[in-house]
């Protein structure tokens, strides 16, 4: 942990809005180093977490899966990111990318497991491709690995110590109230720990790190422009 504290994120290709997290703070990462804040990704079965919870995903509540239509388009206005829309076979199973990103994870330099992690979002919710199942998954992990180093992750991806470590991660996580994903733990730099959810709360965040940010303002209707968001 860096002297200004760290960052976990806890997230699962099934959320739109963990990409949007995961997005934002590689975006931010080199403005957190200034303050010696540390940021890690981390894989974990958003499925066991909902179930151990008790939550349920919004998209089963008629309510929240009309709102989400309005919320996820301004989301990916608001971080600049590619549309999403839910493939036709959503919700996948998501163990096996998961259990692949924990094995990459140990077993290979962090950014290409970083930068692999992202690739599923793109995968699965741009280009409508099934990674849970093994020959997408390689063709996923082959765009940041090597043939070899690519099956070798895959079937890491079913070797029963990563099979253990997802679930007593997402355990872990539940066990310290998470109840959703993006879920962040955050230790601050007097060793003082916090949970934040969701990929709208870093401004709080900022605050518990002791990290100066500029709050979002209303700007004149002159100085109009996508940069005030």
């Keep these: ?29 080199q403005a ?49 990111m590619p549309a999403v829309k839910p493939p036709p076979f959503f919700p996948i199973m998501s163990l096996l990318p998961m259990r692949c990103m924990l094995f990459a ?18 995968m699965l919710w741009v280009e409508h491709q099934d990674v849970s199942k093994p020959e997408i998954m390689l063709k996923c992990l082959e765009r940041h690995f090597k043939k070899d180093d690519a099956e070798k992750i895959l079937k890491g991806g079913t070797d029963p110590k990563y099979k253990k470590m997802l679930t007593d991660e997402t355990a872990m996580l539940v066990e310290k109230g998470a109840f959703g994903a993006p879920w962040h733990q955050v230790t601050n730099k007097h060793g003082v720990e916090e949970p934040f959810f969701g990929s709208d709360r870093y401004h709080f965040m900022w605050q ?14 002159a100085a109009q422009s996508e940069s005030k968001l």
């Design 208 to 221: 518990f790190l002791d990290v100066s940010f500029q709050d979002i303002a209303i700007l004149p209707p």
């Design 105 to 122: 994870k140990d077993h290979y330099p962090y950014q290409q497991y970083e930068d692999c992690f992202g690739e599923l979002w793109q």
């Design 32 to 80: 957190l180093k200034a303050y010696d804040v540390d940021v890690i990704v981390n894989p974990i079965f958003l499925g066991g977490l909902n179930v151990g919870s008790g939550n349920k995903p919004p998209w089963t509540l008629p309510a929240k899966a009309k709102y989400g239509s309005f919320d996820g388009p301004r989301a990916t206005k608001y971080f600049k």
């Design 1 to 29: 942990m860096g002297k200004g504290g760290q960052i976990d994120l806890y997230i699962d290709c099934n959320s739109p809005w963990s990409w949007y997290a995961y997005t934002h703070l590689r975006r931010n990462r």
